[in-house]
């Protein structure tokens, strides 16, 4: 059985830093692609950085998170640096069979239960 759990999450203030972990078990992360989607109220669920055989990062978020994993740890991590108001949301780790990146929610089968993080102004 493929589990995710999320930490890190908290309540920051702008221009502070967070670093998200994505602890997986029952598959390795090597072989896999994986991804941090958010979802802010009233609001679709959205990709905010992916890594696979490629990595993405979305404009609102280029240059200020990054994506990495440790596969001995076989941990995904997202810090974000020079947080802002709109980065508050839930966020989400996934993981997909393959290693083929995807940036849209329905491309993965399963996710981690979600860490509020909270950017005040």
């Known amino acids: 059985q493929v589990q995710l759990v999320e930490s890190g999450g908290g309540l920051v203030q702008a221009g502070d830093s967070l670093r998200l972990s994505c602890a997986v078990s029952?598959?390795?992360?090597?072989?896999?692609?994986l991804a941090w989607f958010r979802q802010a109220p009233g609001n679709e669920r959205e990709c905010v950085a992916a890594?696979?055989?490629?990595?993405y990062y979305a404009a609102s978020v280029k240059g200020r998170f990054t994506i990495s994993r440790d596969n001995a740890k076989n941990t995904v991590y997202l810090q974000m640096n020079s947080l802002k108001s709109e980065d508050t949301a839930v966020y989400y780790c996934?993981?997909?069979?393959?290693?083929?990146?995807?940036?849209?929610?329905?491309?993965?089968?399963?996710w981690g239960q979600g860490t509020q993080v909270t950017v005040s102004s």
């Open positions: 996934a993981i997909r069979a393959t290693a083929a990146m995807l940036t849209t929610a329905t491309g993965y089968d399963y």
């Open positions: 029952g598959r390795r992360i090597s072989s896999s692609a």
């Open positions: 890594s696979g055989w490629a990595t």
